[in-house]
């Protein structure tokens, strides 16, 4: 159960990114410790290099001038000021014979011998000799000061070594606070960093219950976690609205559905209880026709709708002339708004194109005049106008008629929503929500603007095409 619990964990994004952190924040940690060593460590060889040079040339410099005395000399008045604790000297003759040896006590332990090997009519190399134990070091440096005649200068290297074995235990102590340091923070920034995944995480799995309604806890920092979330959200937000819509739009094709089935059922029923008649029998299948087309007519603006809405609307688009689409429009209803005394007018210049599926663009100049007649009182006015605006063409239908409350407006793109004004007209209250939806899928928009008792104003926003070429 653990070894399972513990490979659980360790497969988890939290571990593998507190790990990767952890390890990250260690090992660079640990470069610069490390490269603060070396420089460090070669700063100080330089330096000690540059004294040794420096007392080399000093002591030479006294030879010259007043020879092996002069050097013992220069040698005790150091000694008695103290500035010479640290420095060896020998002067070797010919034949590699001491004339002058003087190193501190701390050097007893050197094998001063190793000095004593090769020839000495040259400059010898910068040599670096070991103690007994190979702890310590000592770093000589040589020059000719006559014929035959070297002398030797060189500089312990203990208290460079003492400095740098402080530094490396330092090192050695404060990287066990790095390594607690860079897990303890690489858990909490993991931690941190992955609160939105897990808030998702509980969201989804709360959704999967049934809770619709979960979202996720923005943590309002405006970074990519952030967005995504706000994305998450609006999508949920979307589904619900989507799904709220479906069980309504359900519950009103079923209310709507029964009343015309109702109807064929009874016709049917009635039908078969009388007595046989040829004529009774041409009213009752006639009554059953256009009860059955009412429906079909319902399920497939009900289709149009949900393919116009998931994208799935099959466009036919083509150049079509606005001007000459209003026209063509119109004229279907002219009679109509005729027989109601209600004036129709058009507005839109000749030369105004747009490219869209001409049918389905008419069904929208339809269900929209349609409404337009059907609510405007006798002596009425709609007006239908069309201009250019920027990229985009506008396109208004404004008429006198009951107008909609303020309460209603936002719900007349509903699926079968039928406002109390217009219960009395016959209608499947699917038009509005089939005009939006094809709107829509042309990449356009629709707004209403409406008062009660004075008129209502649909404005379409389309974007415009290109003439067809002649």
């Known amino acids: 159960m653990f070894l399972r619990r513990h490979n659980l964990i360790r497969r988890t994004i939290t571990f593998r990114l507190a790990l990767w952190s952890s390890g990250v924040f260690i090992l660079s940690t640990s470069f610069l410790f490390a490269l603060a060593y070396v420089f460090l460590s070669s700063s100080m060889q330089e330096k000690d290099r540059e ?23 220069e040698v005790a ?30 050097w007893s332990d ?26 310590k ?21 203990e208290d460079r070594q003492e400095l740098l074995e402080r530094f490396r235990e330092i090192f050695l102590g404060f990287l066990i606070s790095v390594i607690v340091l860079g897990i303890a923070s690489g858990s909490f920034l993991a931690s941190r960093t992955l609160r939105p995944i897990r808030n998702l995480i509980h969201t989804i799995r709360s959704i999967s219950i049934g809770r619709m309604n979960a979202r996720v806890p923005s943590s309002q920092t405006g970074d ?40 064929l059922r009874g016709t049917a029923e009635m039908a078969l209880c009388s007595e046989p008649n040829l004529e009774v029998y041409r009213e009752v299948l006639a009554d059953c026709v256009e009860e059955s087309e009412r429906i079909l007519t319902m399920l497939n603006t009900l289709m149009d709708i949900s393919e116009a809405e998931t994208g799935a609307m099959k466009l036919r688009l083509e150049a079509v002339n606005l001007s000459a689409l209003m026209e063509d429009t119109v004229e279907l209803y002219r009679y109509t708004a005729e027989d109601k005394e209600i004036t129709l007018r058009v507005n839109s210049p000749n030369d105004l194109f747009l490219t869209v599926d001409r049918n389905r663009m008419r069904q929208v100049l339809a269900n929209l005049l349609d409404n337009a007649i059907k609510y405007t009182p006798s002596g009425g006015r709609i007006e239908l106008e069309a201009f250019r605006q920027e ?34 007209q016959r209608g499947l209250g699917l038009g509005l929500s089939l005009v939006k939806a094809v709107v829509q899928a042309h990449q356009g928009r629709i707004e209403v603007c409406s008062q009660p008792g004075v008129g209502s104003l649909f404005t379409l926003y389309l974007p415009i095409g290109s003439a067809p070429i002649s």
Request: hydrophobic share 35%; proline share 4%; net charge negative.
């Open 224 to 263: 990519e976690l952030d967005e995504l979330v706000m994305l998450f959200n609006a999508m949920l937000e979307r589904i619900e609205t989507l799904i709220n819509g479906m069980r309504g739009s359900l519950d009103n094709v079923a209310h709507d559905l029964r009343t015309p089935i109702t109807r």
């Open 51 to 73: 004294d040794t040079h420096q007392k080399l040339e000093e002591y030479a410099a006294q030879y010259r001038m007043g020879g092996l005395d002069g050097l013992k000399k």
């Open 77 to 106: 008045l150091e000694e008695k000021t103290g500035k010479r604790h640290s420095f060896f000297v020998r002067l070797a003759g010919p034949q590699d014979s001491s004339l002058f040896l003087e190193a501190p006590d701390r």
């Open 137 to 157: 070091g000592l770093e000589m440096e040589s020059t000719l000061v006559g014929e035959g005649v070297l002398l030797q200068v060189g500089k312990s290297t």
């Open 110 to 135: 050197f094998d001063l011998e190793q000095l004593k090997r090769g020839p000495v009519n040259e400059m010898a190399q910068p040599t670096h000799l070991l103690n007994r134990n190979a702890k």
């Open 391 to 424: 990229q985009q063409a506008v396109l208004h239908i404004k008429d006198t008629g009951i107008g909609i409350s303020p309460e209603e407006t936002p719900r007349i793109w509903d699926r079968l929503y039928r406002a109390d004004q217009s219960r009395s």
